[in-house]
């Protein structure tokens, strides 16, 4: 069994879903899963996780800022805030320079309180956002806490604005988008997204699905082997142990092992032989595993 991450270029008119399920018939695992689900119609960085590395899915999913290139169009609003949805009004773009531009998305960087888009895969009473919005059930949904490390205006091609946006888990670019319009007094929706980074997955290093079908022709399991990357990726900036077999030996059974009071407050272990054995926490006296590894039969 193959354990590790695939950095796949998602194409667009295609689910995240769709696509772990292409990897799972390629490499003939049962086991894959991804990590920060994408639309159907944006493309860009989607993270595949394959055997045992499926345990650090949420480490890739919740812990590790995402990097965008958005594509606003402004003057337009739609029901669901992206292209997807039937237009609800037009209105003319207003004249507007940079400087106009960058004072609008002030606001919107930072620690900042955000609506979800009605049309969101987000729960209401047990029923997800757009199937209430589709039968027609419209919902006062509380804004919620996000984090948005950078939004950058790229260049504007009236009515198009090209946006770089850095952002936690759990923001909604559509909504960054729908709130440029307000504050811009014109309307916006996303007219299109690409995703350029999940923590160390790039989009540079990415390949494109359709590519690494063909290229696993005819060595399928040698081709997937060697656009791996290892587990630890997921944890990269955790502080590292290197453990002597006896710590090794220790963790291995669930037992926590000492460690200095200035300690990191979560490691990465490694076992002898360099291979990812476990991640833990500190709890004031001693490392305690939280997760063990054993890659022979994950």
Not at 3 to 17: A, E, V
Not at 66 to 93: C, F, M, N, S
Request: one cysteine or more; proline letters at 8%; glycine letters at 8%.
């Amino acid at each position: 069994m193959m354990h590790g991450f695939l950095n796949i270029d998602k194409p667009s008119g295609i689910t995240s879903h769709d696509v772990v399920a292409r990897i799972r018939r390629l490499s003939g695992q049962r086991r894959v899963g991804h990590a920060g689900t994408l639309d159907p119609a944006a493309t860009g960085v989607l993270v595949v996780a394959l055997g045992g590395a499926t345990r650090l899915i949420e480490y890739v999913q919740r812990q590790t800022p995402k990097r965008y290139l958005a594509t606003v169009h402004l003057g337009v609003t739609t029901t669901t805030d992206d292209a997807d949805g039937e237009i609800v009004a037009q209105r003319p773009t207003p004249p507007l320079d940079a400087a106009t531009i960058e004072q609008a998305l002030a606001p919107l960087r930072g620690t900042i309180w955000q609506t979800p888009p009605m049309y969101a895969a987000l729960h209401h009473q047990g029923r997800r956002l757009y199937e209430l919005a589709r039968a027609g059930v419209m919902v006062d949904m509380p804004p919620r806490q996000v984090e948005v490390e950078r939004l950058e205006l790229v260049r504007y091609d009236p009515p198009l604005a090209i946006l770089d946006v850095v952002c936690g888990s759990g923001t909604y670019i559509r909504a960054l988008a729908r709130d440029l319009g307000v504050a811009l007094g014109c309307g916006a929706h996303l007219a299109a997204l690409r995703r350029t980074a999940v923590g160390a997955f790039r989009i540079e290093d990415a390949v494109p699905l359709r590519a690494l079908e063909e290229e696993t022709q005819p060595d399928v399991r040698a081709v997937l082997r060697r656009r791996l990357m290892p587990p630890e990726v997921a944890v990269a900036d955790w502080h590292v142990l290197h453990l002597d077999e006896e710590r090794a030996r220790r963790i291995r059974r669930g037992l926590p092992i000492p460690a200095p009071p200035d300690a990191a407050a979560q490691a990465r272990a490694h076992a002898p032989d360099g291979a990812l054995l476990a991640l833990l926490r500190y709890d004031g006296s001693h490392w305690r595993p939280i997760k063990v590894f054993d890659w022979t039969d994950a």
